[in-house]
């Protein structure tokens, strides 16, 4: 055997689930958000959670193992806390938190992609539409709860990128920012706490509206940001000066992504510019991981959806008549793709 490689990434890719799993079913728990700032012993808060006593030690000292929680003391009287990054991004009650898109992933897509070796045989969704036969955004957009969850679920995965974006893009020569499929309103309202000069639409489907208006108004922005419904596979998009898109395209098939892409061209004026915040795949299609899966993942939800490297992006943008292309990175795996009209 050749001793200068071994197959730990082998088997920990493979067994990955398990720390997954143990993460997603303490946010389901609410185990970050019953500690917030407090101390409690295992006994205290796996009563606090109502879970019976063969599985405490275990399960919080996995997390305690996994970095997800501190540990203070041994044996039965040791105290567990948040980590600095659980108080902040796993409770629930703090406006950084992010756990909506773990919630989703525990709720939905854990169970869905289960399924992945039948997406790949058939290149069919695998998702609730397997069911149903209606279109992902119709199931979701059903019942309250499940498009409240979707909603917060989006705010978690995208807040960071949406602040790395409002710093970095430089707004100076633009008074006008539309995002569509603005869900919570985010995005115009960063940006508009950001640059005082802008003024932002957030468009998003009819239903979206109401938790559209109250975010917004939580930020007390309602003076900056406008709530504009309508289905952008049917209605022209409002008109300004920057049309964003973050997470749009990837989730509609070749066809519908070269129409929004000429939707966005029209409704902006000479010196407007595009830009789609995605998961952006290198251009090699070799290191972008997390994109490569998302777009896996968009075969999960959607069958024909996908997501696309910048080179794609530049030739479709190009073939509805923007002249300019720009790609910041922003966190992680996720850039903004920009397109110039000129
Ligand atoms: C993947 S989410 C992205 C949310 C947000 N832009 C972000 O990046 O966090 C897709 C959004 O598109 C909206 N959407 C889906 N179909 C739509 C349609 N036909 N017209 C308008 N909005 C739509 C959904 O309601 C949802 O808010």
């Given at each position: 055997m050749n001793r200068a490689i071994e197959p730990s990434r082998i088997l920990e890719t493979g067994f990955g689930f398990w720390n997954s799993k143990i993460l997603l079913t303490a946010v389901e728990f609410e185990v970050f958000t019953r500690l917030s700032n407090k101390a409690m012993t295992g006994e205290a808060l796996g009563a606090a959670l109502g879970l019976h006593p063969r599985g405490i030690w275990d399960f919080f000292d996995a997390l305690v193992a996994l970095g997800f929680l501190d540990k203070e003391g041994t044996g039965p009287e040791a105290l567990y806390?948040?980590?600095a990054e659980t108080a902040q991004f796993l409770d629930k009650n703090q406006p950084t938190y992010v756990g909506g898109i773990l919630e989703m992933l525990n709720a939905r897509l854990f169970r869905f992609w289960d399924d992945l070796g039948s997406a790949l045989r058939t290149g069919k969704p695998q998702n609730e539409i397997k069911h149903s036969q209606k279109p992902l955004f119709e199931v979701l957009y059903e019942?309250?709860?499940?498009l409240d969850q979707f909603m917060s679920a989006m705010r978690g995965i995208s807040l960071a990128n949406f602040q790395e974006f409002v710093e970095k893009f430089d707004f100076s020569n633009y008074k006008t920012l539309c995002d569509v499929g603005g869900a919570t309103g985010l995005l115009s309202s960063l940006?508009?706490?950001?640059?005082?000069?802008?003024?932002c639409t957030t468009f998003d489907l009819p239903v979206v509206e109401p938790i559209a208006t109250k975010w917004i108004s939580r930020e007390n922005l309602s003076d900056r940001v406008d709530v504009?419904?309508?289905d952008f596979l049917k209605d022209p998009l409002p008109k300004a000066d920057v049309i964003t898109m973050g997470m749009i395209l990837h989730d509609w098939n070749l066809e519908r992504k070269k129409y929004l892409i000429q939707s966005a061209y029209d409704a902006l004026p000479e010196k407007g510019a595009f830009?789609?915040?995605?998961n952006l795949i290198d251009d090699e299609r070799r290191e972008n991981a997390f994109g490569l899966m998302m777009s896996l993942n968009m075969l999960i939800e959607f069958g024909d959806a996908f997501d696309f490297t910048g080179a794609?992006?530049?030739a479709w943008c190009r073939e509805a008549g923007f002249k300019r292309f720009e790609i910041l990175r922003l966190k992680g795996p996720c850039s903004a793709a920009i397109a110039y009209k000129e």
């Amino acid at each position: 055997m050749n001793r200068a490689i071994e197959p730990s990434r082998i088997l920990e890719t493979g067994f990955g689930f398990w720390n997954s799993k143990i993460l997603l079913t303490a946010v389901e728990f609410e185990v970050f958000t019953r500690l917030s700032n407090k101390a409690m012993t295992g006994e205290a808060l796996g009563a606090a959670l109502g879970l019976h006593p063969r599985g405490i030690w275990d399960f919080f000292d996995a997390l305690v193992a996994l970095g997800f929680l501190d540990k203070e003391g041994t044996g039965p009287e040791a105290l567990y806390r948040n980590t600095a990054e659980t108080a902040q991004f796993l409770d629930k009650n703090q406006p950084t938190y992010v756990g909506g898109i773990l919630e989703m992933l525990n709720a939905r897509l854990f169970r869905f992609w289960d399924d992945l070796g039948s997406a790949l045989r058939t290149g069919k969704p695998q998702n609730e539409i397997k069911h149903s036969q209606k279109p992902l955004f119709e199931v979701l957009y059903e019942d309250f709860p499940r498009l409240d969850q979707f909603m917060s679920a989006m705010r978690g995965i995208s807040l960071a990128n949406f602040q790395e974006f409002v710093e970095k893009f430089d707004f100076s020569n633009y008074k006008t920012l539309c995002d569509v499929g603005g869900a919570t309103g985010l995005l115009s309202s960063l940006v508009a706490k950001r640059h005082s000069h802008m003024r932002c639409t957030t468009f998003d489907l009819p239903v979206v509206e109401p938790i559209a208006t109250k975010w917004i108004s939580r930020e007390n922005l309602s003076d900056r940001v406008d709530v504009v419904s309508g289905d952008f596979l049917k209605d022209p998009l409002p008109k300004a000066d920057v049309i964003t898109m973050g997470m749009i395209l990837h989730d509609w098939n070749l066809e519908r992504k070269k129409y929004l892409i000429q939707s966005a061209y029209d409704a902006l004026p000479e010196k407007g510019a595009f830009v789609a915040i995605e998961n952006l795949i290198d251009d090699e299609r070799r290191e972008n991981a997390f994109g490569l899966m998302m777009s896996l993942n968009m075969l999960i939800e959607f069958g024909d959806a996908f997501d696309f490297t910048g080179a794609d992006f530049r030739a479709w943008c190009r073939e509805a008549g923007f002249k300019r292309f720009e790609i910041l990175r922003l966190k992680g795996p996720c850039s903004a793709a920009i397109a110039y009209k000129e």
